[in-house]
């Protein structure tokens, strides 16, 4: 939580200047969920997607899908073609994976015991042109 409140404060301090695009869903003027993504420094066209979370009473019921949706349509707006994940491969972020796959997204690749042992990194992309 406080990396994800740092990008946001980052992108509120500075948006044009901080490299962070966040997008936010309100349901009867409640945050439920945002995104948060940049283009990735030193490549063309390559954006990564930092952070979605939809809270957990919301979730299923398509907010997520939208705001990758429209984080995907700015991107590809500002000449991106590709979109960058990365996640955990423990049980725990199952859920997290699947959601991502259903949307497009496949890994590419993975670095062994990256986070802790037995938790690799996962890759995921998306070619968004």
């Known amino acids: 939580m406080a990396v994800a409140e740092e990008l946001i404060d ?3 301090d500075d948006p044009s200047g901080s490299g962070y695009h966040i997008l936010v869903a309100e349901v009867d003027s409640t945050v439920e969920g945002y995104i948060c993504y940049g283009p990735t420094p030193l490549t063309d066209g390559t954006w990564d997607i930092y952070w979605l979370a939809v809270s957990q009473q919301k ?3 398509g907010i997520g ?3 990758m949706k429209s984080a995907e349509e700015k ?3 500002a000449k991106g073609r590709l979109s960058i ?6 049980p725990a972020y199952e859920k997290t994976r699947n959601f991502h796959v259903s949307h497009g997204y496949e890994i590419v690749a ?3 015991d990256f986070y802790a042992p037995g938790d690799d990194r996962l890759i995921l992309q998306k070619r968004l042109r």
């Open 75 to 77: 991107i590809v707006k």
């Open 85 to 90: 994940i990365e996640t955990s491969s423990t």
């Open 65 to 67: 899908g939208t705001l």
């Open 110 to 112: 993975s670095i062994p």
């Open 59 to 61: 979730q299923g019921q």
């Open 10 to 12: 980052s992108h509120l």
